[in-house]
T-cell receptor, first 117, second 110 residues
Framework: NAGVTQTPKFQVLKTGQSMTLQCAQDMNHNSMYWYRQDPGMGLRLIYYSASEGTTDKGEVPNGYNVSRLNKREFSLRLESAAPSQTSVYFC????????????????FGSGTQLSVL | GQQVMQIPQYQHVQEGEDFTTYCNSSTTLSNIQWYKQRPGGHPVFLIQLVKSGEVKKQKRLTFQFGEAKKNSSLHITATQTTDVGTYFCAGTEGSYIPTFGRGTSLIVHP
């Protein structure tokens, strides 16, 4: 099992360019998430998909769009990249089988380091 | 909205010294999770605490969940260079999504 796979690992964009970050998981998880990580800011949620067919905004959704293509894949799109979107992006998934006591740990991909010039 | 505060932001220790990081939530949590991120890596799940006053141990790591389920701590005894990384807590309110603290970066000097 590969777990959570993200592509690309590195990307450099010019301001105004667009791109899509890809994420796929092979663990049959229901929920998927996109986070960004900036120095000293921890992990901030951009968008999430609680289950196939649904998506919702997180803490910092502005400038991003997402698509839950199927149960396995959840993509993040930057329509017009800005320098403020320079960050490390992590995709994560978890089973989300229900119940607050269930061990709903997050499985993270290896991340995409994005620089916007 | 839910906020999870984590301190300190950085901690330098000599190898063999102890280390503690603390998390405090503005609301009562249903559970709290802890993750470790090695430099250049991705967060990896360590443990989840659910019960009020719960204490769990993993070798030299001790995790506690407060009686009011609003705070938690991670204590490492006798740090080793392999403990280097950033430790995150993530608190969940109700059945919603975990909110991450800003993390504590542990630097161990040999």
């Amino acid at each position: 099992n590969a777990g959570v796979t993200q592509t690309p690992k590195f990307q450099v964009l010019k301001t105004g360019q667009s791109m899509t970050l890809q994420c796929a998981q092979d663990m049959n998880h229901n929920s998927m998430y996109w986070y960004r990580q900036d120095p000293g800011m921890g992990l901030r949620l951009i968008y999430y998909s609680a289950s196939e067919g649904t998506t919702d905004k997180g803490e910092v959704p502005n400038g991003y769009n997402v698509s839950r293509l199927n149960k396995r894949e959840f993509s993040l799109r930057l329509e017009s990249a800005a320098p403020s979107q320079t960050s490390v992006y992590f995709c994560a998934s978890r089973p989300r089988t229900g119940g607050v006591s269930a061990n709903e740990k997050l499985f993270f991909g290896s991340g995409t380091q994005l620089s916007v010039l | 909205g839910q906020q999870v505060m984590q301190i300190p932001q950085y901690q330098h220790v000599q190898e063999g010294e102890d280390f503690t990081t603390y998390c405090n939530s503005s609301t009562t949590l249903s559970n709290i999770q802890w993750y470790k991120q090695r430099p250049g890596g991705h967060p990896v799940f360590l443990i989840q605490l659910v019960k009020s006053g719960e204490v769990k141990k993993q070798k030299r790591l001790t995790f506690q969940f407060g009686e009011a389920k609003k705070n938690s701590s991670l204590h490492i005894t006798a740090t080793q260079t392999t403990d280097v990384g950033t430790y995150f807590c993530a608190g969940t309110e109700g059945s919603y999504i975990p909110t991450f603290g800003r993390g504590t970066s542990l630097i161990v000097h040999p």
